[in-house]
Each structure stands twice: as structure tokens, then as C-alpha cells.
């Protein structure tokens, strides 16, 4: 099944190129929880839709790797990660100021029930784990909106520390949203000084 790291009932797995994995995908897109933070300004993608959209990475043709999360071997939610170098354009735009090794996240609950339970900070905790063990990252840097003070939170659970706000290349309404930029640099989970370690 690809697994990528576990912890306990908690599994995050690659995606695989097959409907049910994408429909999956079109139903979470669609959750009113998820939309919200989610390409807003985008109608959620039908099953076809989600498949040429997250195909081309699950087929590993694309420099981000897709996943699933599962909790108790019920899929729960969807997660990337990537090296922000291929994404260079990007991470100039948000002024990361990326080294080979740097690595970006992206992920959601997709099921309404499993959300505010902290299951998102135990995700982001074991996927940022497996970057810094296995694959050698030198620190994660990603992006919250603004008002998304439930993500900040379950990030800065997991080690995260906010550096400075950033227009995001993503819109809402058609303007480019304001978040704060966040990162990890090797910190252990339930750090919450909101020390920032970059220079």
C-alpha cells in the first residue's frame, strides 16, 4: 500500500492512482470544512477532475508526493509534501529562502467528525519526523491563512513556529491571500514558545 510512516493507528500512505482514492478526494474537496481553506475560489473537483489533477504525482510524474491518512485503517484525509526547489517560482513569491533540502507540507481532515481532535497535529508531527529522518530535511516551511487559527494552532503543536506574513500565490475572492508563513526546524512536538529560529 506505499505506507510512508506510521504511529500506532495512525498510517500516512501514497495515494494510489485508482477511483476510489480520487473519489475520496471529491468527497473530502467537498466538505464545507475543507473548501473553506482549500482552493476556495475553485468549485470542489469531481472524481475525473481530482484524477487529472492528482494523477500526474501519484504517478510520480510530478515533484509532489500525494497521500493518504489513515486512522485505524479507515482513510481519514489528504497529505503532500515536496522539496520547494522544483517549486522555486513559488517559494520566491512567499520568499522561502529554500536550501536543497527544505520540504513544504499541505494537508486536511476530510472527515467533518475527526476534525478539532487533534489527529492534524499528530499527522503533521509524523510526516515532519519522517522528512527530518528519512529523507533528510533541513526544515519545513509551509503557509496558513491568516484567519485559519485552528491550523496555526494544531501546527504550532507540532513544533511549528510563525515567521512573518506572506501573500500566498492561493486567492479568495480573486485576491491573493494573506497568511503567515510557518516553519519547523527539527523541534519535537508540543513546543508553543513561538521562538523563531530562522535569522
Known amino acids: 500500500m506505499g505506507i510512508i510512516a506510521t504511529d500506532g493507528d495512525l498510517i500516512v500512505r501514497r495515494l494510489l492512482d485508482e477511483r476510489p482514492d480520487y473519489a475520496l478526494i471529491s468527497r473530502w474537496r467537498a466538505e464545507p470544512h475543507v473548501h473553506e481553506w ?60 529554500a536550501d536543497a533540502d527544505t520540504f513544504g507540507i499541505d494537508l486536511y481532515i476530510g472527515e ?5 481532535v487533534g489527529i492534524g497535529t499528530r499527522v503533521v508531527d509524523l510526516i515532519c519526523r519522517h522528512l527530518e529522518t528519512a529523507l533528510g530535511a533541513s526544515w519545513v516551511a509551509l503557509t ?5 487559527e485552528r491550523a496555526q494552532r494544531a501546527y504550532e503543536k507540532a513544533g511549528f513556529s510563525k515567521v512573518r506574513r506572506v ?13 503567515w508563513l510557518m516553519e519547523r526546524r527539527g523541534t519535537p512536538i508540543g513546543r508553543l514558545d513561538g521562538e523563531t529560529t530562522r535569522p
Open 112 to 116: 467533518p467528525d475527526l476534525v478539532g
Open 167 to 179: 501573500l500566498d500565490t492561493d486567492t479568495r475572492d480573486g485576491e491573493r491571500v494573506r497568511c
Open 38 to 97: 482549500w482552493d476556495p475560489d475553485d468549485p470542489p473537483p469531481s472524481t475525473e477532475e481530482a484524477e487529472a489533477q492528482y494523477g500526474p504525482s501519484a504517478r510520480g510524474e510530478e515533484p509532489t508526493t500525494p497521500c493518504i491518512i489513515e486512522l485505524a485503517g479507515k482513510p481519514i484525509g489528504y497529505l503532500q509534501f515536496y522539496r520547494w526547489l522544483p517549486w522555486s517560482d513559488a517559494a520566491e513569491e512567499l520568499d522561502i529562502r
Open 144 to 148: 496558513t491563512e491568516i484567519t485559519n
